[in-house]
């Protein structure tokens, strides 16, 4: 019997260990969706940013090997997802996308703008965010398939493209191929004796050590062999979830958005172990050169390009795989006695006294302040809810994760580096549809939540157990109070009355046929809430905040007498410490 290529293309990709495909269908694509729907279990979207972004989330958050794939039509089909692919890109995560194309005999090959219908060069468009980005034009035995797909999760991930000619997908399918599975390139980076020595040596001699656990470190690798000393564990925001704030020693996510008790510990650590992390502009501060002043830095990292890119200055770097790194420290620390407890006890005082939100931001009643309300709501959650913080403005970056003590079993995931708006809802939806047994909660602000808000209708079709809060500061705070400190409040396209018009949130959600709620000072904390935030199913909540609310602490930067933008250090956070917190706070300074 004669099989259709398309047919065993789809085939293969289920040998791989894909389980989903998430897609918006299109002529382009026609006979690869037939054949996916006979094997996958197939999720449809109404865009393919809201697509692209949820099968990043989803495989970020997957148990039991779950694995989805992106498919998407040729020209705008492609376009539309590319958000979505920058941001796997950007936080080193698993991607494929399977996308469309004209017929071969129907490419312009750069000569001209198009000939075949719907027909771009997305080979060209996606080859810097990818891997690997080729077009399929004629047909790929299985196993140089699975060479090129095993890129996205081999070695540091990223997505893969391929773009697949419509006439490749209507030709007849290969004979029986056998795969042929060689081993993981991953295996020739596992840390060396001398190099696991050197780490653990410094280890025994740091006075005060902070162990920074990045999302190359993997949600299954232990981290019992550092806990047993009680060594401190800070983590990044790609890292966030691989330790619970239950563990004594926990030192936060530090970060130029991260929490002002976690930067201070960071801050005046003299030895960080940097496992996993790219350690980014981000994670240091602009001003990395004052980065740890003390601190001998040691980072791990997969990708040399990372090791030498110049910031911050390293002690030493070490290209291994961070999760072998752990293993292998673990052991040599095992028989080890570690006595750091002054370093224990200060960490242990500041976490007590500043983790909580700052009370200089303030809300008129009947707002809800932001900080506040997020930091009540982690607090309400439980061990096995999936957290979805927004990847930007004043409902991420700015404010949720300044707060969030995620609890150990939760999941987090947020994307960060690329901060694009729009991200919260899909990614929840995603997150969600590999952990159908578990409670997704996402805090999204309603200027994002209105780039994506498309997607509720599949929120609601698959009955997903999402709750759903959008941060109503009517329009978009980040930009607002950027516009406010930096321009003299001369604002410009951030809310109703500078031309931004968004959406009747509650009456938009209902349209939807999801449960909605308006929160405010009077209706939350209440009955009405609880049963509704316990209840199955999805549920929107419309959290009112103030749009003149402030969301400190913050790092500031002005120019100096040359006109260049200078920043503070990650732990000189406005509003500043009075003279009696920096004797308490900052003695190792």
């Not at 800070?234 to 976690?262: K, L, S, V």
């Not at 309400?380 to 927004?390: A, F, N, V, Y």
């Not at 997704?440 to 609601?460: C, R, Y």
Request: proline letters at 4%.
């Amino acid at each position: 019997m004669t099989i259709k290529y398309s047919d065993q293309f789809m085939s293969w990709l289920k040998e791989f260990g894909y389980t989903h495909c998430f897609y918006v269908a299109g002529g382009n694509v026609m006979h690869l969706l037939e054949a996916a729907s006979h094997i996958f279990v197939c999720v449809p979207f109404v865009h393919e940013a809201g697509a692209a972004i949820a099968t990043d989330y989803f495989n970020e958050s997957s148990i039991n090997r779950k694995k989805a794939f992106l498919l998407v039509t040729a020209g705008p089909g492609l376009t539309n997802a590319i958000t979505g692919i920058a941001g796997a890109w950007t936080e080193s995560r698993e991607l494929l996308v399977i996308g469309g194309q004209a017929k071969s005999t129907e490419i312009g090959r750069g000569k001209y703008r198009q000939i075949g219908f719907q027909e771009i060069d997305g080979v060209t468009l996606c080859k810097s965010i990818t891997k690997a980005s080729l077009r399929i034009e004629n047909k790929l035995s299985k196993n140089e398939l699975f060479g090129i797909v095993e890129k996205t999760w081999s070695d540091r991930k990223g997505p893969v493209f391929l773009e697949f000619c419509l006439d490749v997908s209507l030709q007849n399918g290969y004979e029986f191929e056998e795969l042929i599975v060689k081993k993981s390139t991953i295996q020739n980076f596992i840390i060396s004796n001398m190099d696991a020595k050197l780490i653990s040596d410094e280890i025994k001699k740091s006075e005060r050590p902070v162990i920074l656990i990045g999302g190359g470190i993997s949600r299954g690798t232990s981290l019992e062999g550092l806990i047993k000393h009680g060594l401190p564990i800070a983590t990044t925001f790609n890292g966030i979830d691989r330790i619970g704030c239950e563990y004594e020693f926990y030192a936060g996510h530090p970060n130029w958005y991260g929490a002002r008790w976690a930067n201070l510990i960071i801050q005046q650590s003299d030895l960080i172990i940097a496992l996993g992390t790219r350690l980014g502009i981000m994670q240091v501060g602009y001003n990395w050169q004052s980065f740890a002043p003390q601190a001998k830095i040691v980072q791990v990292e997969l990708d040399d390009d990372e090791l030498n890119k110049g910031f911050p200055k390293l002690f030493k770097g070490i290209r291994a795989d961070a999760n072998s790194a752990i293993s292998e420290v673990s052991k040599l620390l095992r028989d080890s006695r570690i006595n750091i407890s002054e370093w224990q006890n200060f960490i242990s005082m500041v976490r007590r006294d500043l983790s909580g939100p700052e009370e200089v931001n303030t809300a008129e009643k009947p707002y809800l302040e932001a900080m506040k309300f997020v930091s009540s709501i982690i607090s309400l959650s439980t061990s096995t809810d999936i957290l979805i913080p927004c990847s930007s403005g004043a409902a991420g970056y700015e404010g949720a994760m300044r707060v969030i003590l995620n609890k150990t079993g939760q999941k987090v995931i947020t994307s960060n580096a690329l901060a694009s708006m729009g991200y919260g809802l899909p990614g929840a939806i995603g997150a969600s549809l590999a952990n159908v047994k578990r409670r997704t909660i996402l805090f999204e602000g309603d200027g994002g939540f209105a780039q994506n808000s498309q997607e509720l209708g599949t929120a609601k079709i698959n009955n997903l157990n999402l709750k759903i809060f959008i941060m109503d500061n009517q329009g978009y705070q980040s930009i607002r109070n950027n516009q406010k400190t930096s321009f003299n409040g001369h604002y410009v396209g951030c809310d109703r009355e500078t031309g931004l018009f968004l959406p009747d949130w509650i009456a938009l959600s209902k349209s939807f046929d999801i449960e909605t709620m308006e929160l405010n000072s009077e209706t939350f904390p209440g009955k009405q809430f609880d049963n509704l935030f316990c209840q199955e199913g999805p549920a929107v909540f419309v959290v009112r905040i103030d749009p003149n609310q402030s969301y400190w602490p913050r790092i500031l930067s002005s120019r100096d007498e040359t006109g260049n933008l200078v920043s503070n250090p990650i732990h000189k956070m406005h509003p500043p410490l009075n003279a009696e917190h920096e004797k308490k706070y900052l003695p190792f300074l």
